[in-house]
Nanobody, 113 residues
Framework: HLEEFGGGTVHEGGSLTLSCAAS????????MKWLRQAPRKGPMWVAV???????NYEDSVKGRFTISRDNAQNRLYLQMNNLKPEDTAVYYC?????????WGQGTPVTVSS
């Protein structure tokens, strides 16, 4: 089970921190991702973190977003700084367990100009 928190509405240049509470699987052993879906667009990968903390980012968020994890608390985070209107989307955390990809319900982020 995955559940996202922390979305909201901010002005351009603002910051938000999203969190994802995970349960029902061995969180510390799994690669975790954040994805987002903007209005009228398909889902897009944003950031990924390996079990040991290696990270990678989609080019448009590099230097602005930071993915992190707390394996003791089974929590995934996405710190988002210098937000832009084009970051407006519903944000999801995501994990692949075997052949199944699991998603949370998403948390909406709106960035106003």
């Amino acid at each position: 089970h995955l559940e996202e928190f922390g979305g909201g509405t901010v002005h351009e240049g603002g910051s938000l921190t999203l969190s994802c509470a995970a349960s029902g699987f061995d969180f510390s052993s799994e690669e975790m991702k954040w994805l987002r879906q903007a209005p009228r667009k398909g889902p897009m990968w944003v950031a990924v973190i390996s079990p040991d903390g290696e990270t990678n980012y989609e080019d448009s968020v590099k230097g602005r977003f930071t993915i992190s994890r707390d394996n003791a608390q089974n929590r995934l985070y996405l710190q988002m700084n210098n937000l832009k209107p084009e970051d407006t989307a519903v944000y999801y955390c995501n994990v692949r367990l075997g052949s199944t990809v699991h998603w949370g319900q998403g948390t909406p982020v709106t960035v106003s100009s």
